[in-house]
């Protein structure tokens, strides 16, 4: 299936080479002078060497720091030249070349995917406000308003591939209102397109348009309202405001510095090969971007903004870097891992996040923690040769299952894991090979009747490492929220936070591992909302046995942390604010 994380197909480079310009422009006109010719020549040229600079994009490795960089560097210069070129030229491009409103569209979508895609390789967020500054602009000025009188159905398809574009750009920056906006829109253009051409792949685009509205209705697992019963669309990524205090005096160890995000959810929605549960991971682990572009947004024409090579940016990463990858293969997964390996700083940490269906093993359980308890399952994928052993010995193991024994390699430097499964518990044990830091936190195997299905909405799991008081509320069977209460709840959540922070830095029994990831704020984000799942699902009536309660390794302490009496008092306390107390039992009760 078509996805907007793609670039496309290739286009020749050959279609705005001089020599076929009046066959693409029958309208240009036949007399021109000494500088008008020059400025077609030129425009052209700009032309056909960013498409050629574009189509090459697609041949660069999608892993690594610096191999894509000067090549990036090469197509946003071309690009910026065109998009100014054609502004300063815009007379003689109308009346002696032809130039229709779809082909500047067109350069403003390029650039919007290159800024996108730039977004995806740095990980850092303000790329996202400059491609949608490109995107807005396009629709703003009705670029591709009359794509549909051309009588090309390759124009309309350029258009539909926009509108799927920029709804993940507005995705990732929580526009909701405008993303609805978007897909009403994107259904008419696509029962135009259908109408009109009855194309192949009008079912193609009818899944397409599915997964967004599937996608969109599974986000809002909790609806926060407000006075007129609006809802108001929240964010999740870290800010000053809500990054966990950490005590003075504490050494600060590790940053993390790279991060793999991995999805494969048979039941779970996604779009644009993302999963639900990636898409709330990318964002737990990235700031609010803070730059401002309203200015740029609204301007007569647009421009690309600050430039992604002005040094500065390479250098200061706000975001720690991050590969997401949709359903991966074994080879690739252990390709990308080995990558974010080999680009560890001395004092860098590496996250390992995946939320996968579960692999329970084919052989009989021994004490080979390595691989005889399973793992998760990344690629449903079989190969052929693979399928015919199976048939023959019938005792083999899943080809693209991920066991714990298949990342000892990687423990070589500072490793944080999250596992989000059905089998997360083979990742309980692990021998302490090379001596330096290692965290996994674990996923409850089981969840309640009550949740199971809601399983296309994404994991618990994740959503209360994503966002703790939406995470409540939905164990809670709380769907709509009012945003006063909502925010009266958001401090009592703080508070929990803030005091188990306290609780985890003074503790003498807290494995030295924990301590070590402790001081960057992403990886204590992480520490500290595990820690509120298990004191809310501990004491949740619906969650009973160890099963449906989240572990890690190191195991924390249970009574020092986990079944702190203090914590266990500010998760009933928030249950009382939201009416849900009699879903919880007393403090210290035992389960």
Not at 71 to 92: E, S
Not at 209 to 237: K, M, Q, Y
Not at 261 to 282: A, P, W, Y
Not at 469 to 476: D, E, G
Request: proline residues 5%; charged residues 25%.
């Amino acid at each position: 299936m078509y996805s907007p994380t793609t670039w496309g197909p290739k286009q020749r480079s050959s279609d705005y080479k001089l020599a076929h310009i009046q066959n693409h422009h029958p309208n240009m006109s036949v007399e021109l002078d000494d500088g008008e010719r020059k400025i077609i020549n030129e425009f052209c040229h700009y032309l056909e060497k960013s498409k050629q600079l574009f189509n090459g994009l697609r041949d660069l490795p999608q892993y690594g720091h610096k191999q894509w960089q000067a090549y990036f560097g090469r197509t946003f210069d071309v690009y910026t030249k065109l998009w100014k070129f054609q502004q300063q030229n815009r007379q003689v491009l109308d009346q002696k070349y032809g130039l229709k409103r779809w082909q500047i569209g067109e350069i403003a979508s390029k650039i919007g995917q290159l800024y996108y895609h730039y977004y995806l390789r740095t990980s850092e967020t303000n790329y996202l406000n400059e491609s949608f500054a490109f995107y807005s602009a396009i629709r703003m000025r009705g670029y591709y308003s009359k794509a549909s009188k051309e009588e090309r159905p390759d124009l309309m398809v350029k258009k539909l591939r926009y509108y799927a574009r920029f709804i993940v750009v507005c995705l990732l920056l929580k526009k909701m209102k405008l993303v609805r906006d978007l897909v009403r829109e994107l259904a008419k253009h696509i029962d135009d397109y259908t109408t009109t051409y009855e194309p192949d792949d009008q079912l193609e685009w009818s899944l397409v348009l599915g997964e967004i509205r599937a996608f969109i209705e599974a986000d809002s697992v909790v609806n926060v309202v407000d006075i007129d019963s609006s809802s108001i669309v929240l964010s999740h990524r870290l800010t000053p405001l809500n990054t966990p205090p950490l005590e003075k005096g504490g050494a600060i160890y590790l940053t993390l510095q790279e991060i793999l995000i991995i999805g494969n959810c048979h039941e779970q929605v996604k779009f644009s090969e993302l999963t639900l549960d990636m898409f709330r991971m990318l964002q737990t682990l990235e700031r609010e971007p803070q730059e401002d572009l309203t200015n740029q947004i609204y301007d007569a024409s647009p421009a690309p903004g600050r430039t992604p090579f002005d040094g500065s940016s390479i250098s200061k990463r706000d975001n720690p870097h991050k590969y997401l990858l949709y359903k991966p293969t074994f080879s690739q997964l252990f390709t990308f891992l080995a990558s974010g390996f080999k680009e560890l700083p001395p004092t860098g940490a590496m996250l390992l996040y995946i939320s996968a269906d579960g692999s329970h093993g084919n052989l009989k359980q021994t004490d080979d923690i390595a691989y005889d308890f399973g793992g998760v399952i990344t690629n449903s994928r079989r190969e052929p040769e693979y399928s015919n052993k199976t048939k023959r010995q019938g005792a083999l193991k899943e080809m693209h299952c991920v066991h714990p024994g298949d990342l000892y390699p990687f423990t070589r430097k500072p490793l944080f894991i999250i596992i989000d499964s059905s089998n997360s518990s083979a990742f309980q044990h692990w021998p302490n090979l090379f001596g330096q830091p290692l965290v996994c936190l674990l996923s409850p195997e089981q969840i309640p009747s009550t949740l199971q299905d809601q399983h296309q909405k994404g994991n618990l799991f994740t959503l209360f490492l994503h966002s703790p008081l939406t995470a409540f509320c939905h164990s809670s069977n709380i769907v709509d929220i009012p945003v006063a209460l909502w925010d009266k709840c958001q401090t009592q959540v703080d508070r929990f936070i803030t005091e188990s922070s306290k609780i985890v830095t003074r503790s003498r029994s807290l494995d030295h591992s924990f301590m070590q990831f402790f001081g960057d704020d992403f990886m204590r984000v992480l520490l500290l909302r595990y820690i509120f799942c298990y004191v809310t699902l501990y004491l949740h009536r619906g969650f009973k046995g160890t099963k449906f309660y989240p572990a890690s390794y190191p195991t924390m302490p249970k009574e020092e942390i986990l079944e702190n009496v203090q914590l266990q008092k500010l998760i009933i306390e928030l249950a009382s604010v939201l009416e849900v107390r009699g879903l919880f039992n007393e403090v210290g009760e035992t389960e």
